[in-house]
């Protein structure tokens, strides 16, 4: 497995952006199809980007598309989530995950962060 810690989270207000890293441990993290996550208070994880192994193909949740984009540096072993036009719903805990398919079923990811928390002011 992967180790997964993430970064850039914090207080911003509406209509701002912020970037999130999650910087991954080991050579292998090249071989992970990665995705970002977020979990809101007392609701249920959802997901928000996948992106595949080289960077080539990515998918968002309707819920963000247009407004984030997810991305990697395969030198770096990072994934990012560039998230744009923030709005007041955005807020939750953002989790990083990894794994060996493409998908949106957070169920099929075996690495997990610790997540990094946004909050977004009206």
């Known amino acids: 497995q992967v180790q997964l810690v993430e970064s850039g989270g914090g207080l911003v207000q509406a209509g701002d952006s912020l970037r999130l890293s999650c910087a991954a441990s080991?050579?292998?993290?090249?071989?992970?199809?990665m995705a970002w996550f977020r979990q809101a208070p007392g609701k249920e994880r959802e997901f928000v980007a996948v992106i595949s192994l080289s960077g080539a193909s990515t998918f968002c949740a309707d819920s963000v598309k247009g407004r984030f984009t997810i991305s990697r540096d395969n030198a770096k072993n990072t994934v990012y989530l560039q998230m744009n036009s923030l709005k007041p719903e955005d807020t939750a805990i953002y989790y990083c995950?990894?794994?060996?398919?493409?998908?949106?079923?957070?169920?099929?990811?075996?690495?997990w962060g610790r997540g990094t928390q946004v909050t977004v002011s009206s």
């Open positions: 995950a990894a794994s060996l398919r493409f998908g949106v079923n957070p169920t099929n990811f075996g690495s």
């Open positions: 080991g050579s292998t993290f090249r071989t992970y199809v």
